[in-house]
């Protein structure tokens, strides 16, 4: 492979071992090892990429130097709440469930219609998970409480009630 010397020996290995980003690092390794006139089959055996993918690397070097080994911005889908709307919706999440629709747990499904009716968006479940994640809230659910529930009840049967299962004084003899 032809590389184009942007950057020295000591220079390249310097670049990569002082790097932060191991995706850039190991890109510059590659660079680095092919600048030292190592095979493809050679790069592939030390950084673990594909043929191509260091193909790809020495040509980017060639045409831009380090900077071209860079990592360009990905744009991705754009999100469908603006970030007023996550807001409403985490302060609508917060509030709980309304029972509007039978609803006691917000679970996924509960989610999806809350996003549906109240600001018009279609999620899918795995969306909805991400969505979630992605504001700072996790999988883990209360037990759900029955709107009508007296506490203190409750309370007062934790004390009375029994500690463990009466067992039978009973031996039950197993039949020959």
Same mark, same amino acid.
């Given at each position: 492979? @032809? ?5 020295? %020996? #000591? /220079?390249?290995? =310097? ?7 191991? $995706? ?37 070097? @060639? ?5 071209? %080994? #860079? /990592?360009?911005? =990905? ?7 603006? $970030? ?37 968006? @279609? ?10 994640? =992605? ?7 209360? $037990? ?33």
């Amino acid at each position: 492979m @032809n590389i184009k010397p942007h950057h020295t %020996l #000591k /220079e390249l290995q =310097r670049l990569y071992r002082s790097e932060t980003n191991a $995706r850039l690092a190991r890109r510059i390794h590659g660079v680095y090892l092919a600048s030292k006139g190592l095979t493809c089959p050679q790069i592939t055996g030390v950084t673990g990429s594909a043929r191509r993918t260091i193909q790809q690397w020495v040509a980017k070097y @060639n045409t831009g130097g380090i900077e071209a %080994l #860079k /990592e360009s911005p =990905r744009c991705g889908q754009p999100t469908k709440l603006s $970030r007023e709307q996550e807001q409403a919706f985490c302060k609508r999440i917060e509030a709980g469930s309304k029972n509007r629709a039978g609803v006691s747990v917000l679970n996924g499904h509960a989610i999806k219609k809350i996003l549906e009716w109240e600001f018009a968006v @279609n999620y899918s479940l795995w969306g909805i998970y991400h969505l979630l994640h =992605r504001l700072g809230y996790s999988c883990l659910c209360p $037990r759900p409480q029955h709107e009508k529930a007296d506490p203190q009840a409750q309370q007062e049967f934790k004390k009375t009630s029994s500690k463990r299962w009466i067992r039978s004084n009973q031996n039950i003899q197993a039949k020959r």
